[in-house]
């Protein structure tokens, strides 16, 4: 591993270095899920900090929000009841969603990260200024390989809706043109078992 090669030296180095083994660790994982995407597997779920994990998330994407001179604004809650879920997969359901807010905005533009509580849910709600999609777009994007980017693969968001699906929840997007686009993760407190995935997905 490539990571392997580096020799931090500074304990702000080394605790980098360390986040960034744990993330290519955590990335090999996920491409077996990748690959066998529509096939519901059970795991190790944990009690989870959803302010910690969403503000981890963030930190990932930094650099390429400074670069692009993207405001992000948090309004994380950590104090919140703690979830049941699979650690990995609620990561990277958050990391697609993040990042796919970010492609959306413009340089100079804003992105939110907001938690909430309604009806016996955590909600996270990832949004961003200057993106609009269409209303006949809004289920679509969920569909596995469809994109309306040159370059996207059509993984990220179906990703992130069939973990929020397999933890009892689900995924909305709401969207206009003069405030930009907004989705919304709903982790409710209690959740079903796994279950088959929606013919849609």
Not at 45 to 62: G, K, S
Not at 102 to 124: C, H, I, K, Q
Request: net charge negative.
């Amino acid at each position: 591993v490539l990571t392997d090669l580096l020799q931090p030296r500074t304990p702000e180095e080394i605790g980098v270095h360390n986040k960034l083994c744990e993330e290519v660790e955590r990335a090999v994982r996920l491409l077996t899920e990748i690959r066998t995407f529509g096939q519901a597997s059970v795991r190790e779920r944990v009690c989870c900090n959803l302010a910690r994990l969403v503000e981890e998330t963030l930190w990932m994407l930094d650099a390429r929000f400074i670069e692009k001179q993207i405001h992000v604004v948090k309004q994380l809650n950590p104090d919140l009841p703690p979830v049941l879920v699979d650690r990995d997969r609620v990561i990277q359901a958050i990391l697609n969603v993040v990042t796919n807010a970010f492609e959306a905005t413009p340089s100079g533009g804003t992105v939110s990260a907001v938690m909430d509580r309604m009806e016996g849910a955590t909600l996270v709600k990832i949004s961003n200024t200057g993106s609009f999609v269409p209303p006949e777009e809004r289920q679509k994007i969920f569909t596995l390989f469809y994109t309306t980017k040159r370059s996207g693969s059509g993984f990220g968001l179906p990703l992130a809706r069939r973990a929020l699906l397999d933890h009892g929840g689900d995924i909305a997007v709401t969207s206009s043109p003069e405030r930009g686009t907004e989705f919304v993760l709903r982790f409710p407190d209690h959740h079903p078992p796994i279950s088959e995935a929606p013919p849609n997905l």
